[in-house]
């Protein structure tokens, strides 16, 4: 395969073309939220390395699992992620 951007290859009757990877080979995670049961706050909500979701949780009661349905922009498409946040002790 070419190591030179754009260069191209035939395969057949197919055209594969060099292009650049996004970051890490991966498509970036953009525009993150939130949206968490009722009784856990989540703030901070940000992207870490392009491709991870970070948050910050905070109230709730201890002992009790909650869900957080994430909505994100993955190539240029939007998706629906759900996490269960499980409220313990430091």
């Known amino acids: 395969w070419p190591p030179t951007l754009a260069q191209t ?18 498509n970036a995670i953009t ?6 049961d009722t009784g856990l706050t989540v703030s ?6 392009s491709t991870k979701i970070t948050a910050t949780y905070s ?3 201890l002992g009790q699992g909650y869900d957080v349905v994430y909505s994100f922009t993955l190539g240029g498409v939007t998706r629906i ?7 313990r002790k430091r």
Do not use: F, H, K, Y
Request: proline share 5%.
């Open 9 to 26: 290859v035939i395969d057949g009757s197919v055209t594969w073309t060099c292009v650049a990877a996004s970051a890490n080979g991966l």
């Open 44 to 49: 901070n909500v940000a992207v870490s390395e």
């Open 59 to 61: 109230s709730g009661t």
């Open 31 to 36: 525009s993150p939220t939130a949206t968490p």
């Open 81 to 87: 992620a759900r996490q269960t946040v499980q409220v």
